[in-house]
């Protein structure tokens, strides 16, 4: 007889909360304010910068911002996290490629989310389930984040620029972002 486990918080959050509510969708990416959340993960900065240059050139963001995570297999601290909510207008978080920091991104997501900040979360494909299960655990099991293709940690700075422009449609879902015709 199968018996099911008990899942773990690999993060050590505590907070617990149901709230499936999404920060409201700005429509416009034009002037706004980006902030980039590297979480320490091999080649998660090239990635981020990639997908700041694609939002310039697609949408006219204002600026971008580059922050960095202490490690990436923990949620982002609270003073960090309150200094990304106060400068930008929304924040992209990567790069989940093992199991602790795909469940940590996921994480990172949704805690802007409830403060307000709309957030796009990217983790590799074969970390996918790491984040629903952490959404699960957070009480928002339909969190929309972005899995790119596996890996990311071994590619050159021109894959990774690939990389950046697959992800660019997810990304501009997620934000609910006009697209230009």
Known sequence: MTTMEVLIDPTGASERTSDMTLSLRPGTLAGLRVGLL????????????????ELRQRHGIGSVTMYTKDYFGTPVKDELRDEIVRECDLVVTAVGDCGSCSAATVLDGIIFERHGLPAVSIVSDSFLMS??????LQGFPGYDFLAAT?????????????R??????????????????
Do not use: C, Y
């Not at 979480?39 to 981020?48: D, M, S, V």
């Not at 984040?131 to 699960?136: D, R």
């Open 131 to 136: 984040g629903q299960a952490m959404a699960s």
């Open 150 to 162: 596996h890996p990311i940690a071994s590619l050159s700075a021109e894959e990774l620029k690939n």
């Open 38 to 53: 590297d979480n320490t993960k091999p080649n998660a900065t090239t990635l981020l910068e990639a997908l700041g240059d």
């Open 164 to 181: 950046a422009a697959e992800l660019m449609a997810g990304v501009e879902r997620i934000l609910g972002a006009e697209v230009a015709a």
